[in-house]
């Protein structure tokens, strides 16, 4: 509290003063204002709805697109009798489905005794008929001992007198090739414990459990070393799938974090980073993953190569790069827009301004819901009709707004990004390939995640190295629609005798569903 005894008489000074304490009266209303934003925030992130999806345009809480209406919207806000309509339903149950006919069938007979087929009239009863009803039963999973037995010969008549020294004596079958060599697994026990680790996010010491449940001892050491030696034999696979990721019309980039143990010069604590990429040729899609313990542009410049095209990212700085590449059309994530706007949408008390953002992205994404399935030329042009004067009167509306909003505000942050990203969130109008979002990569990103949350770290560098060419794998078999399981033991059957120039095959965007049904029928 100010002594009124010791202000000074000078009118000058005051003034002076009281201008500096008004402005130090600003500057603390507004940090309370930001403050009480985040509070909000986060108290909706913690208890409030997950989804970003916005409202459709005929709901009358919805703000309008057009600023004549903005008005109207805070009016309706701001008054105080809210009258909410609850309409009478009628919830009906569901039909339980089907069990699938693939599966075998074991029947189990329940039968009258010879006593209870004794009719009343002296007679015995005949049968009439069936009643069937289908249970589903669980086996647990068994597992089995292969013994290859290699038959030996030798000649008995000569004993190898007539060939000494120019061929052998005696003679045995070849050993059949393998992934691993003198390893007791087989193809398919690496695909199945594979795919347990990177489609499952089940760790090895789950897994350990699980074999030591039906007898098998199976230690997490031993499954850890197989999951290295295993990406040993898939470099040169992998390295074809780096160069169809760079043969498509558009790469799409993203990473997450991850910690790893043993880096060289570095905490056990320290953040390290999983990359992820998404390109390929159309219709043969290419998930790539790449572990790297930095995050700066030069681990996507490893990624993309010599690669020309187009290439969509969000808005990290580590990416600028790109918008100086010769022959690189760089875009932008709308959905990283629609994300921040979202955001101060829910913490703010009254979130027209938001909620009109919001509104307008949403009819972008109600384009591309009507395009989706047009071919890229078709597409582009549908966007310039439809999209480009959407686009532009969100950019003019948004340029109007960066005198308004406090820049310090979520709705002020989220103002800032998208204006400066304008250059790329428009390069969707200028090629139907590049899509609207990167939610695609993101989507990718999640099972790592997942896994993230379940194994918590990778043991060593080498370790993080062979999970990111694993996943690769496998999540790359599932965007071709194909079960990870049995796509990962095609690969490992087939790999150890395939031809350098026979690899291409193994990729699973050029394996079809009926290539596996007919290897895997003869057995």
């Not at 309008?64 to 309409?87: A, G, P, Y």
């Not at 990004?417 to 090629?431: E, P, V």
């Not at 690769?472 to 399981?485: G, M, Q």
């Amino acid at each position: 509290m100010v002594d009124i005894q010791t202000l000074p008489n000078d009118a000058s000074v005051l003034k002076k003063m009281l201008l500096e304490y008004s402005g130090r009266i600003d500057t603390l209303e507004n940090t309370i204002l930001n403050l009480s934003e985040q509070n909000r925030l986060y108290r909706d992130q913690l208890f409030g709805r997950k989804s970003e999806k916005t409202r459709p345009d005929n709901d009358p809480n919805q703000p309008s697109l057009f600023d004549e209406l903005e008005e109207t919207c805070k009016e309706e806000l701001d008054s105080e009798e809210v009258t909410t309509v609850v309409h009478s339903h009628t919830r009906t149950r569901g039909h339980r489905k089907p069990l699938p006919d693939s599966l075998p069938r074991r029947d189990v007979i329940h039968d009258l005794s010879d006593e209870e087929k004794q009719c009343a009239c002296g007679h015995v009863m005949e049968k009439i008929g069936e009643e069937v009803s289908e249970k589903l039963h669980y086996i647990p999973a068994t597992v089995e001992v292969e013994r290859h037995i290699r038959c030996k010969y030798a000649c008995k008549h000569c004993e190898g007198t007539e060939s000494e020294g120019i061929h052998p004596t005696v003679k045995i079958a070849a050993p059949e090739p393998a992934l691993i060599p003198k390893s007791f697994a087989t193809a398919g026990l690496l695909a199945w414990i594979l795919t347990a680790k990177f489609d499952d996010a089940m760790p090895f010491y789950r897994q350990e459990k699980q074999f030591s449940r039906i007898g098998v001892e199976l230690s997490r050491t031993t499954m850890c070393r197989w999951s290295q030696q295993v990406y040993a034999q898939l470099v040169p696979l992998l390295e074809i799938m780096k160069t169809y990721l760079r043969s498509g019309p558009l790469i799409g980039l993203d990473e997450t974090t991850v910690q790893v143990h043993g880096e060289q010069g570095r905490e056990n604590t320290s953040t390290s980073y999983m990359w992820v990429a998404r390109g390929g040729p159309p219709e043969k899609t290419i998930l790539w993953f790449q572990y790297d313990p930095g995050r700066s542009g030069r681990v996507a410049e490893s990624i993309i190569g010599d690669y020309q095209g187009n290439v969509q990212t969000d808005g990290y700085a580590g990416y600028n790069f790109l918008d100086s590449r010769e022959g690189i059309r760089h875009a932008a994530c709308w959905a990283h827009v629609r994300r921040k706007f979202d955001e101060a949408a829910r913490a703010a008390k009254k979130a027209v301004s938001a909620k009109m953002a919001l509104n307008i992205i949403g009819k972008l994404y109600r384009i591309e819901d009507e395009i989706r399935d047009m071919d890229a030329a078709a597409r582009q042009n549908a966007r310039q009709e439809k999209s480009r004067p959407v686009a532009e009167e969100f950019f003019t509306w948004l340029e109007k707004k960066t005198l308004e909003v406090n820049p310090e505000s979520l709705m002020g942050k989220a103002v800032s990004y998208a204006f400066k990203q304008k250059t790329r969130l428009l390069q969707f109008l200028n090629d139907g390939h590049i899509l609207l979002d990167n939610n695609l990569v993101e989507n990718a990103i999640r099972p790592f995640v997942v896994g993230r949350k379940n194994w918590l770290f990778s043991g060593s560098p080498e370790g993080a190295e062979a999970s990111a060419g694993l996943y690769s794998l496998v999540e790359t078999a599932k965007a071709a629609d194909l079960d990870p399981y049995w796509c990962l033991r095609y690969i490992f059957e087939k790999l150890p005798t395939a031809s350098e120039s026979k690899l291409v095959n193994l990729l699973p965007c050029n394996i079809s569903r009926d290539t596996l049904f007919e290897h895997f029928i003869k057995e």
